[in-house]
């Protein structure tokens, strides 16, 4: 953990996407580094370090919040289509970027039923479900950028 810390800091700017439970606990910890962290949520809220994402509804972020944006972490399940609306509604923008990382929080659901058994990333996807073969689309189609 020291190595990672002294890799993160002040210069980092992030971008948690969709920040639910998962999205806030990532947002929390990260703060811990020194880094700024901004999250999107479907509606305003007080957070001075929130901003509005709302793909269903056309509300996108405006560009100068991808400014001096370093790192991004997607947490916005697939839409009802099975499409990711990141990709659908930011594309263009993500790709213009300098980012020195860019991660998608997936589920263990694109790994199937293992019985209990461990999965990592080398590990081969199977997913049984329809709502985990979306997100496994969605992980390759974020791959590229």
């Known amino acids: 953990m020291k190595q990672t810390a002294s890799l ?20 929390k910890t990260i703060r811990k580094f020194g880094c700024t962290v901004l999250t999107s949520s479907r509606s ?19 560009k100068k919040i991808f400014d001096g944006v370093t790192h991004i972490l ?6 009802k289509n099975g499409n990711d609306p990141v990709l659908e509604s930011l594309q263009s923008k993500l790709q213009d970027l300098s980012l ?32 985990s073969q979306n997100r496994l689309n969605c992980e390759k189609k974020m791959a590229p950028i």
């Open 8 to 27: 993160l800091g002040e210069k980092n700017k992030f971008l948690i996407l969709g920040c639910g439970f998962s999205g806030s606990f990532f947002a």
């Open 44 to 62: 305003a809220n007080r957070d001075l370090n929130s901003f509005v994402f709302d793909s269903e509804n056309g509300v996108i972020p405006d």
């Open 74 to 79: 997607s947490c916005i399940p697939p839409d």
């Open 100 to 131: 020195e990382w860019i991660g998608y929080l997936s589920t263990t659901g694109v790994y199937g039923n293992t019985e209990g058994g461990w999965v990592s990333e080398i590990d081969h996807p199977n997913p049984c479900q329809k709502r």
